[in-house]
């Protein structure tokens, strides 16, 4: 195995369990919240719950705190998936 593909499987795979760990969160957080029962039998509450997680407030003034550890994680999977692609095409090209 060549070290750009190295690189590029290490942050891919961090970019995984991060969003792995954001899911787990975020699972955690609608159960505290109990919300779990109205996004389960209806897709569209389940959208409108994703929706407010990332809206500042969503949930009010109490889950704030949480609601910005998930949206953080989210952040940070999605960050890393970003530089993952950018360095599947930009290592090979390094020469060495």
Known sequence: MS???LIFTTVMTL???LM?????????????????????????????LWRRLFTPNGYGEAAETSRRGVARLYLLALAAFVIAVVLFFVLPSVPG
Do not use: C, M
């Not at 787990?24 to 509450?45: G, H, V, W, Y």
């Open 15 to 17: 970019a995984l369990l």
């Open 20 to 48: 792995v760990a954001a899911y787990i969160r975020t699972l955690l957080f609608i159960r505290r919240q109990k919300l779990l029962a109205d996004a389960s039998f209806n897709p569209l509450e389940g959208v409108r």
């Open 3 to 5: 070290g750009p593909y």
